[in-house]
Every structure is written in C-alpha cells, then in structure tokens.
T-cell receptor, first 111, second 113 residues
Framework: GQNIDQPTEMTATEGAIVQINCTYQ??????LFWYQQHAGEAPTFLSY????GLEEKGRFSSFLSRSKGYSYLLLKELQMKDSASYLC????????????FGTGTQLKVEL | EAEVAQSPRYKITEKSQAVAFWCDPI?????LYWYRQILGQGPELLVQ????????DSQLPKDRFSAERLKGVDSTLKIQPAELGDSAMYLC???????????FGSGTRLTVV
C-alpha cells in the first residue's frame, strides 16, 4: 500500500517550536506536500519537497529525506492561530498527480 | 487571488435522496479533482478530470456516485441515493497540469440523516 503515517495529535506552547513527522512508502515517490487545515475549512498549501533537504518559508520549514521515506514540518514561534490539522500528502509516480494524504496531525497551541 | 468555487457550502439531505455538488475551478486549470474527507481522516480522491476526460475514478462508488465535466470547465458530483455513510466534506481542487500543485475550494459539508 501507500500508507502515509503521521501522529494523530500534538500539543505545544505559544512561542515554542514544534516538529510534525511524516513517513511514507519510498517506492514511486514523486513529491511531498504539507497542507494546513482549520476545522471546517479546506486545506491550504504550506510547502512542497521533491529533493532532499530543508525548504524554509517564514515560520514554517519542511524537510525531506527520500532514502528514509521521511519528512517533517517545523513550525517556529508558535501562535494560537497555528492550532489546526496538518496534512502530509505524497504524490507517487503513475498516479496522474493524485495525492495520497495522511490522516492529519491535530496541533493544539496552548498559552 | 484566484479561487476554486464550490456550492453549496452545507447540505443536509435524507438518506435515499439525491444530492449534487458543483465546482468551478480556477480559470485555465485543466485538471480538476473531487476528494472526500471523512471527519478525522485525510482527503481521499474520488475522481480526477483532465479537461473533460476522466483520468482516475478508481475510488468512486459508481453504483451511486457520478461526476461530469462536460465542457472541461466546471464540474458536478452527484450521489443517488445518499447513504448515512456519505456524510463527509466534499472537496474540489484544481491544478494547471499533472505536475502542478493543487488549490482547494472551500468544500461542501454533507450531512445525511
């Protein structure tokens, strides 16, 4: 199968740093996406990785290791508005740009 | 900023009734996707269109679901008859091509009672 695994829930403190991990099957890998989804709303694009390494975009960074089938999303200087579900999605070759999503990590930011 | 339009935003229907959702992708986006997201889970692809052609509908329950994109622009997803297990968020997304990122619409929250 093409299981995408990520933790179900995480809790962190405002102003802190949190890392959300995602693992996936390496066979046929063709790109990894991170989306943010607030309750009742549509997913919004955060980052895209297809090569190994770190992509930084403001307070958000995403890392990829293709050989390990591993990615993480790093959120710095956490704000209350960052409380949301974070979805890891992988594109596999032969899938016609179909994305396979993980179940999402529900992040709760506390004071 | 260009958006993917979806309607209705919310829909409550009785089981065994028919229901339809509409999506208008970003202008110029050839690829359109319908995803279903059950509460607490990630989105799952139901159908993918390239222009007016279906590229992938392997996960579409074809006994009750149908989708069309007749002129290669907007699209309609229909369920008939609706079942209690169809309660979910139905998300439409579009992209320029088969290697491009997605933009999602706001979704239709369906409740079947």
């Amino acid at each position: 199968g093409q299981n995408i695994d990520q933790p179900t829930e995480m809790t962190a403190t405002e102003g802190a740093i949190v890392q959300i991990n995602c693992t996936y099957q390496t066979s046929g890998f063709n790109g990894l996406f991170w989306y943010q989804q607030h309750a009742g709303e549509a997913p919004t694009f955060l980052s895209y990785n297809v090569l190994d390494g770190l992509e930084e975009k403001g307070r958000f960074s995403s890392f990829l290791s293709r050989s390990k089938g591993y990615s993480y999303l790093l959120l710095k200087e956490l704000q209350m508005k960052d409380s949301a579900s974070y979805l890891c999605a992988v594109r596999f070759t032969g899938g016609g740009n179909k994305l396979t999503f993980g179940t999402g990590t529900q992040l709760k930011v506390e004071l | 900023e260009a958006e993917v339009a979806q309607s209705p935003r919310y829909k409550i229907t009785e089981k065994s009734q028919a229901v339809a959702f509409w999506c208008d992708p970003i202008s110029g986006h050839a690829t359109l996707y319908w995803y279903r997201q059950i509460l607490g889970q990630g989105p799952e692809l139901l159908v993918q269109f390239q222009d007016e052609s279906v590229v992938d509908d392997s996960q579409l329950p074809k006994d009750r679901f149908s989708a069309e994109r007749l002129k290669g622009v907007d699209s309609t997803l229909k369920i008939q008859p609706a079942e209690l297990g169809d309660s979910a968020m139905y998300l439409c997304a579009s992209s320029l091509g088969v290697q491009s990122g997605y933009t999602f619409g706001s979704g239709t929250r369906l409740t079947v009672v």
